[in-house]
């Protein structure tokens, strides 16, 4: 069986009712049209597991795919097949995944893939970097998305600079999974570098942030330096 056909079998109208609800596909909403089969990520792992051969214009098909699963599995592959790269191959990879950057069109896609790939490569590649104020300014929520979350492996290594930038652009966006994203992001500053780090970009500027924003940034802070931060009295 191909890809599509794996994932299809194991189908579960019952889940992909529940998560059809969860990813919020109605109309309107920032997954709206999206479609399921139901499959769980580790579900999906495991069939992406045994299709790393795809290639690209295997995996751009998938990408194309109504199925969100489809294309998420197709993401995994893509993953998988960046870590096993040479450099060359590498830049395909973060190319390719630029170019359909609007396919990877939820929130999990970016999560589980944009640190693995553009982040990876921008650490071994930083003159490269300028693309992240590029996707922040994106009029497509998934490519701000990814920007801030592309810098997850930058965080990793002890590096917030680029976290810090990111932020900024994005501190005034409309958008509750772009204030999720960059406080979650903010939190692993101070949780992987500094939480003294942290602070310093937070205290001129946590009365102007959406409140999610912030309530995700201080979420590891001690109880009475994050209610102080809550009620604007730091």
Not at 184 to 198: A, P, T
Not at 199 to 217: G, I, N, S, V
């Amino acid at each position: 069986m191909g890809l599509k056909e794996e994932l299809q079998a194991a189908a579960n109208p019952t889940k992909a009712k529940v998560l059809q609800g969860f990813f919020r596909t109605g109309k309107g909403e920032y997954g709206e049209g999206d479609i399921f089969l139901g499959l769980t990520v580790p579900q999906t792992r495991a069939i992406a597991k045994r299709f790393t051969h795809l290639g690209l214009p295997e995996i751009k098909k998938s990408l194309e795919s109504g199925f969100h699963e489809e294309r998420l599995c197709a993401l995994l592959v893509l993953v998988h097949k960046f870590g096993k790269a040479d450099e060359a191959e590498k830049e395909k990879i973060f190319d390719f995944y630029l170019a359909n950057a609007r396919r990877v069109n939820n929130w999990d896609m970016v999560d589980l893939t944009a640190d693995k790939i553009v982040g990876e490569h921008l650490l071994a590649n930083p003159s490269k970097k300028k693309i992240l104020p590029l996707l922040a300014a994106s009029e497509n929520l998934w490519e701000r998305r990814i920007a801030i979350i592309s810098t997850f492996a930058l965080i990793k290594k002890g590096k917030a600079e680029d976290t810090f930038k990111i932020s900024q652009l994005l501190l005034r966006d409309s958008h509750d999974l772009i204030h999720k994203a960059v406080g979650w992001m903010l939190r692993e500053v101070g949780k992987r570098v500094s939480e003294e780090e942290e602070e310093k970009f937070l205290a001129p500027r946590y009365k102007k942030m959406p409140r999610t924003m912030l309530r995700y940034a201080i979420e590891r802070f001690q109880e009475k330096k994050r209610k102080a931060y809550l009620h604007g009295s730091i």
